[in-house]
Nanobody, 129 residues
Framework: QVEVAESGGGSVRTGGSLTLSCAVS????????LGWFRQAPGKKREGVAA???????????FYADSVKGRFTISQDAVKNIVYLHMTRLQPEDTAIYYC???????????????????WGQGTQVTVSS
């Protein structure tokens, strides 16, 4: 049974940085994708970033336009953890951040919410001005 657990959320000021962690257990790391999503109050869940570790250990990454250049997704396949390093945070980044694993189809490259099998419970990120 794959288990997904996020941590690292908190409150920061505008312009600050925060790193989220996601531990994924019992998951075939090589050849599979992992992603980060977020959901702000009153809004739909949206994709933030995704990463894929290929069989040859090549790494692919995809980002939403709104976070390109500010957020970085990375993974530690030995520790089974995927990270989301967030910089230059803005109030509009305030949301519950979710980690996802188990891509169901190629929609994961477009950060589609419906393309993932396993989800964590989420961690709150609040950015205040």
């Amino acid at each position: 049974q794959v288990e997904v657990a996020e941590s690292g959320g908190g409150s920061v000021r505008t312009g600050g940085s925060l790193t989220l962690s996601c531990a994924v257990s019992d998951y075939p790391w090589g050849g599979n994708a992992l992603g980060w999503f977020r959901q702000a109050p009153g809004k739909k869940r949206e994709g933030v970033a995704a990463t894929h570790l290929g069989d040859g250990y090549e790494v692919l990454t995809f980002y939403a336009d709104s976070v390109k250049g500010r957020f970085t997704i990375s993974q530690d396949a030995v520790k089974n953890i995927v990270y989301l390093h967030m910089t230059r945070l803005q109030p509009e980044d305030t949301a519950i951040y979710y980690c996802a694993a188990g891509a169901l189809d190629r929609g994961w490259t477009r950060l589609q919410v419906e393309s993932w099998m396993y989800w964590g419970q989420g961690t709150q990120v609040t950015v205040s001005s």
